[in-house]
């Protein structure tokens, strides 16, 4: 059999999780001294909490090597392929713990490392894919070709309420930071070839910014694929969830529309109140 396992980054539900029989494997979460699995025992509220109370953000990390191998070796044992996805390989060495430990298992042959060149549910629509296919009784070769196919078709962005916890992390000069939240700007970040890069930037609310940043993409969420979106997001107000989800229900054009939270991981570098929607050309 073929079996499917995402890093835990891919945000799907548990009951998505569930449907599709994927397995996890949790990336790390550091605050302070005290490390933590995401998606288990860590939840963004306690990680904004921490990081407003400590004037920082948490570290992440990728799974170790051991980890991985634990994970995998019931499956290598049992002859099974393994597809496993990780977040982009320009955002964390993730995919490179899976490749070590396909190595060390010398299970190179039958566990297949995919880099999704994406981020939360951008990468959970590839996971998605290979799932529904591997539950088809698709072989290994194929479920990749199809993945591979997929990748370059999915249109992963989002808006934040605050650039405090992008500047925290890095990705967002002080100076630019500081006039953001002055002028409220709210940028678009859109994944493109794995990395972040910055878009529109819409001023205002954030609860009329989404829907603006949501309404701007109309004309290509029409000719979207129509299997799901998702609506992924962090901490934002449920009524701006909603006002969203009925949004792209007008459309009458999505099979299935759902909404996830973004991880430990996601919420630690984008902060409280970012919100995207997430589909495949």
Known sequence: MVKIISDSTCDLT?????????TVLPLHVLLGDTEYLDGSNITPDAIYAWSDQNKTTPKTSAPSVAEAVELFRPYAEA?????????????SSSGNSMRLAAQELEAEDRIHVIDSENLSTGVGHLVILAAEL???GKPAEEIIRSVEAMRPLVRSSFVVDTLVYLHRGGRCGG???LAGSMLRLHPKIIVENGSMIVGKKYRGKIDKVILNYVQDMEEELKQAREDRIFITHSNCDDATVQAVYDYLDSLQHFK???ITSAG????????????????VA
């Open 14 to 22: 548990r009951e998505l999780l569930e449907r599709y029989q994927v």
């Open 264 to 279: 430990s991981v996601i919420s630690s570098h984008c902060g409280p109140g970012t919100l995207g929607v997430l589909f």
């Open 256 to 258: 299935e529309i759902f």
């Open 134 to 136: 591997a539950q088809a």
């Open 79 to 91: 002859g099974d392929e393994l597809i496993c996805f990780s977040i982009s390989d320009t955002m």
């Open 175 to 177: 100076l630019a930071a």
